[in-house]
């Protein structure tokens, strides 16, 4: 169903779209060790339904670069990236306070070229944001999507959050960026990095009660300036389509017209899939790509990257489907041959039918989660604006890479893309913070004159205020138990006339 669509960049027709795809065909090679459920070569297996149902031709393929130390910095304490860089397997026994202090070394194994790993998934959707900042449709980064992630602590199979940096990219571009969450699991790290700013919000459907990461309660909804920024959908198990979708469309629409933001980033971690091997949902591989359908519908420039998804067979199903539905093609549900084709047995089909299990989600449940939310979002009356100021410099770009094996259409340098010369990022990276991150100690802000100096340039160009995060001390040593619940930690925005009334919390919606 296209809906909700408004310009469209790409024809009136809003079919099709500009769809940049990145992919390093190393990152199947990554291995987190033996039982883990966590398995990159999932990723091999999509780009290779992508390549058979020839879906590559029709977009630009890309293999990203890798993000550097002051890339990831941009987000993560510099000590924590530091320590993610030496670790190796070999050495770790040496380094047990430093494998405790930075969450590594149980659900976030050291494993041989854990760091190259991490560079090339941030590379892969910070690549991804310059290109929507630069005119794309759509990016698409199907090794990222790591949303658990902490500013210097790994959690829940992520090690740095790229999607964190990715929204830091598009802040440069786009005065407001939603971030959406539809892998099982609550999107915490990113939720907590944006807590309290207006200028992204965050939503994310996940289940709630008795699983991991424990967080995403309904009556978490945002902190001083971004109060009512954050919106959680807690869900029980074995949610099906209709009911997913009887949340998703009318919550996401509303969060549309009252946020209108420049850019969308949708998480879409298929642990939500029916038969996940650590997932309790009910999904169909067309539910699931529902919420990219509808979300593309709107015509604003969208990054899709992955996350969960544990039986990896379905997780490969599910993505290339969505690629599919990003460049507006429905695809056969009769798997063309390919290298991995015995992994789809008996069947051989795209699509898998959603099992019989229980919906524990009963019909009163979804009306009174959907009605709280809609309040909230009725709190909301207009987008913010933000300052404007000028506009820092891309993170880099990958140039052609006629290394890689792979037959895909490569990096266009005659594009219209511009490419920074390295040498300014520094700078640009620590221009003054205009948004606060959650969780980062020091946040300064722009002082009272040059406000006052922005004041009179309000409007007269197509600025963005800048956007970095200024840490003069990033280090992990004071934050590292910070929690979200701790008001202390959270800079706190002076109270304006226009501020929100509070929200009365609401019962809890489940016994
Ligand atoms: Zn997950």
């Given at each position: ?119 090339t ?9 310059v ?12 090794a ?5 992630a ?46 309290t ?25 945002g902190y ?11 869900l ?22 009252v ?35 509808f ?23 599910c ?56 309040d909230n979002l009725s ?16 993170a ?29 990022q ?49 280090s992990c ?12 930690t ?22």
């Open positions: 169903m296209e809906t909700g669509g408004n310009s469209l960049p790409s024809g009136p027709d809003g079919l099709k779209r500009r769809v940049i795809y990145f992919y390093d065909p190393e990152v199947g090679n990554y291995y987190y060790g033996q039982g883990h459920p966590m398995k990159p070569h999932r990723i091999r297996m999509t780009h290779a339904l992508l390549a058979h149902y020839g879906l590559l031709q029709q977009m630009q393929v890309m293999k990203p670069l890798p993000a550097r130390d002051k890339d990831l910095s941009r987000f993560h304490a510099d000590d924590y990236v530091a320590f993610l860089r030496g670790i190796t397997p070999d050495t770790q026994q040496d380094q047990l306070r430093a494998l405790k202090r930075f969450n590594v070394g149980e659900d976030c194994p050291v494993f041989d070229g854990l760091y190259s790993f991490c560079q998934y941030a590379g892969g959707s910070v690549g991804g944001a290109k929507l900042n630069h005119g794309s449709d759509i990016a698409v980064n199907w990222g999507g790591l949303h658990h902490k500013k210097c602590e790994a959690s829940g199979f992520c090690y740095v959050n790229d999607i964190v940096l990715a929204i830091l990219e598009l802040l440069k571009h786009y005065e407001r960026v939603l971030y959406v969450d539809i892998d099982i699991h609550h999107g915490d790290g990113v939720e907590e990095a944006f807590y700013t207006d200028r992204v919000m965050t939503v994310s459907f996940h289940k709630f009660g008795d699983y991991f990461p424990g967080t995403g309660d309904i009556r978490d909804i001083g300036k971004g109060k009512y920024y954050s919106l959680n959908v807690p029980d198990d074995g949610i099906d389509d209709e009911s997913y979708q009887s949340l998703f469309k009318p919550i996401i629409g509303k969060v549309m017209e946020f209108r933001p420049g850019a969308v980033v949708l998480q879409c971690g298929a642990d939500s899939l029916s038969g996940d091997r650590l997932g309790c949902f009910n999904l169909s591989i067309k539910g699931h790509a529902e919420c990219v359908r979300m593309r519908s709107f015509n604003v420039p969208l990054l899709l990257l992955g996350g969960g998804g544990y039986t990896i067979r379905n997780v490969a199903r993505w290339c489907y969505e690629t599919g539905v990003a460049l507006g093609v429905e695809i056969d549900d009769k798997m063309p041959h390919h290298e991995y084709y015995e992994y789809f047995g008996p069947d051989y089909t795209l699509h898998v039918a959603p099992s019989n299990m229980e919906n524990k989600n009963s019909r009163q449940l979804l009306d009174e989660i959907r009605s709280k939310l809609l709190k909301l009356r207009h987008a913010p604006s933000v300052q404007f100021q000028e506009r820092p410099p891309d880099e770009l990958p140039e052609a890479d006629e290394d890689q094996d792979d037959a895909d259409e490569r990096w266009d340098p005659d594009s219209d893309m511009d490419i920074d010369n390295p040498k300014h520094d700078e640009a990276f620590r221009k003054p913070v205009s948004i606060s991150i959650q969780n980062t100690r020091i946040k300064r802000e722009i002082i009272e004159s040059e406000l006052k100096d922005q004041e009179d340039h309000k409007g007269a160009i197509e600025h963005v205020k800048g956007i970095d995060m200024v840490t003069e001390d990033n040593l004071k934050v590292s138990d910070m929690s979200i619940e701790e008001p202390a959270v800079k706190v925005e002076p109270e304006s006339s226009t501020k929100l009334p509070d929200q009365p919390l609401p019962g809890q919606l489940k016994s």
